[in-house]
């Protein structure tokens, strides 16, 4: 039977390229024929990616657990219709933010869908822009922004820039249109922009 780590997923560092770094066409087969052991090395391999996109749609960290699970097992009962039509990274991907979104729609898990136009006028909880911060918690701090988000602009901004998929990578794992995605990145950097300007003047204040 197989048997997934329950806390797996509690993964939350660096950026992570995903091509090319195991040998999927050698692996999948494998898989695909019972061995538990190289499902094992997918699991490894990909446990960062799916806990990021789930990571910003959901909020409990028991939640998070219960659904990057919840993905793994998707991913091991469906892998024989992977067709090797885009990079294995973007299907899993793709179920996991199917996964994540379904869930979050279920128990209402502030899944709440923004127009990219309310975005300038955002507020976040708990900003203080006359408060300074140490150098070390710059990283900490565009994390807490992001996290505030309205999810659609979490994810995106996750995708590419933690993830580094391309606009038609994102659109594929998402369902939204490629100028959406696009509108998504730009005004959501470009409010992360203003606010870690704040940050900055502040710090040379």
Not at 126 to 151: C, F, S
Not at 162 to 191: A, C, D, H, W
């Amino acid at each position: 039977m197989l048997q997934i780590s329950h806390n797996f997923c509690n993964i939350y560092s660096q950026t992570v390229v995903y091509s090319d770094m195991i040998d999927e066409k050698e692996l999948l087969p494998r898989i695909l024929h019972g061995d538990l052991k190289a499902f094992e090395v997918l699991v490894k391999q990909y446990q960062g990616l799916v806990f990021h996109v789930v990571n910003r749609i959901i909020n409990t960290k028991e939640d998070k657990e219960d659904i990057c699970q919840e993905v793994f097992m998707k991913v091991h009962q469906h892998l024989h219709r992977f067709e090797y039509k885009s990079r294995l990274s973007t299907w899993i991907a793709r179920i996991a933010y199917v996964t994540a979104i379904n869930y979050g729609k279920k128990y209402n898990n502030d899944n709440t869908v923004a127009h990219p136009a309310d975005i300038e006028n955002y507020s976040f909880a708990g900003e203080h822009p006359g408060q300074q911060l140490d150098k070390k918690d710059v990283t900490e701090y565009i994390n807490r922004l992001i996290a505030q988000m309205p999810e659609q602009y979490r994810t995106v901004l996750t995708l590419f820039h933690l993830n580094e998929f391309s606009y038609q990578e994102i659109e594929e794992i998402t369902g939204m249109p490629e100028g959406t995605v696009k509108s998504y990145l730009f005004r959501g950097r470009k409010l992360l922009k203003e606010k870690l300007n704040v940050y900055l003047k502040n710090e040379l204040s």
